[in-house]
């Protein structure tokens, strides 16, 4: 979707004008690793749809000229206001649902892995989710032109951006019909009175309709993350990581009956006996802690180097992948993945991490060397590796003076 990709600058600009502003007034939201993963993991979901067909973006062109219950214009203020407020309705059921349902959950956990609350955040989003737009089809039928109902989409996930701060308080009488900063943090808290509260994503009015409205307290300080942690900075770990736990909760469930139920009962539900057979570590929040592996400060800095060259390489691909070969878009898009992989290797402090990044500057070079190229953007790709190439030669010559890398072992308190 265009707007999205038309939007991304301004995600970028904002995440920084935050972190300069936390920083100046003492209150930094932001750890340079875990916002890596965020906006790795949504770069990740976007550049999927370019080697994966989207499910619900083909059956919506299918149906789209289908049967339909009224003629409703295609243009016209009406339509609009129509269709985000039909589309938010939608969207706050799918949203709830993915919080009540394992098979949901497991592709919408991504968004609540984060143990931070900041801008970066909301870039942080599944990559598996395939089956979202059922809860959509039903406005084709009543009338609603499919283009106006996905660029409605579109719109309702840029309105949710702003809504990830810690720094924008209450906003008076806009609390009681949108969704604000307040009313999402509550949504991302794992608090026990701010769990599976407040799903709406630009109306908070559903929520108050339907009975899961929770007003933020000021004497109940928001906790983020999830009562089962990541503990991670791997993005496809991130995406995998409930459907893993469902699997193995599936395999080892006694009745043919508990392992399908698994899938469709409510997130923390187990078949019996497997808490006793195969206990499950949980977080309590008395307890709870960050996970911040210790990793030396070269170390950081060249991943966020990679970080920063891999996302402007990943926008260009979403921009140029038309005029690519379905072999290059292939390659291309694989060694981004690659890429994301590797730089959560060395945010971690995994020993491995060198290795993987000799691996993908070789990959790197032989796209380079055979892709099509404008003559700018192939001597930049050069230049890319040159640097990249002398800073691992450094790195890999002071390893035993700056201790690269290491496996993490500490997790910090929440200050």
């Avoid at 289908?66 to 407020?85: E, K, N, S, T, V």
């Avoid at 057979?277 to 800095?301: A, M, N, S, Y």
């Avoid at 070969?325 to 060694?335: K, N, R």
């Amino acid at each position: 979707m265009k707007i999205i990709l038309y939007a991304i600058p301004v995600f970028i600009f904002l995440i920084l004008a935050e972190w300069l502003y936390g920083l100046a007034r003492g209150r930094n939201t932001y750890r340079v690793a875990d916002t890596i993963t965020s906006i790795s993991l949504g770069s990740i979901s976007r550049l999927r749809g370019l080697v994966f067909l989207g499910l619900g973006a083909w059956f919506y062109e299918t149906e789209a000229g289908g049967y339909h219950l009224f003629d409703l214009p295609d243009q016209g203020i009406g339509i609009w206001i129509f269709a985000l407020l039909a589309y938010d309705f939608s969207y706050y059921w799918f949203h709830r649902i993915s919080h009540e349902v394992n098979l949901f959950w497991a592709a919408h956990v991504v968004h609540h892995q984060s143990e931070d609350y900041n801008l970066g955040t909301a870039l942080r989003q599944s990559g598996s989710g395939l089956f979202g737009f059922i809860f959509y089809v039903p406005w084709l039928y009543v009338g609603i032109p499919a283009e106006i109902l996905i660029s409605s989409g579109a719109i309702n996930l840029v309105y949710q951006f702003w809504v990830h701060t810690q720094h924008v308080p209450k906003l008076g009488p806009l609390e009681h019909v949108f969704v604000t900063a307040s009313n999402h943090r509550v949504h991302h808290a794992q608090n026990r009175i701010y769990i599976d509260r407040n799903y709406g994503g630009i109306f908070i009015i559903w929520d108050r309709l339907f009975g899961s409205f929770q007003e933020e307290l000021p004497d109940e300080p928001c906790i983020y993350g999830i009562r089962k942690p990541l503990r991670s900075y791997n993005p496809f770990w991130a995406n995998i990581q409930v459907y893993w736990s469902i699997l193995l909760d599936s395999w080892h469930a006694k009745s043919w009956q508990d392992r399908i139920r698994v899938w469709f009962k409510g997130p923390g539900w187990r078949p019996a006996g497997l808490d006793q057979t195969h206990p499950v570590e949980r977080t309590l929040l008395q307890d709870f802690r960050k996970f911040d592996p210790v990793v030396p400060v070269p170390v950081r800095i060249y991943a966020f180097y990679q970080f920063f060259c891999t996302t402007l390489a990943a926008t260009g691909m979403l921009i140029v992948a038309d005029s690519w070969d379905t072999t290059s878009l292939f390659f291309g898009v694989g060694l981004l993945f690659f890429s994301f992989y590797t730089q959560s290797a060395w945010t971690e402090g995994r020993v491995y991490a060198r290795w993987l990044e000799w691996l993908k500057l070789g990959l790197a070079a032989m796209l380079v060397a055979t892709s099509p190229l404008n003559p700018v953007i192939e001597y930049t790709c050069w230049i890319y590796l040159l640097t990249s190439v002398l800073f691992l030669s450094w790195l890999s010559v002071k390893e035993g003076k700056i201790g690269v890398p290491r496996q993490p072992s500490c997790y910090k308190v929440e200050p």
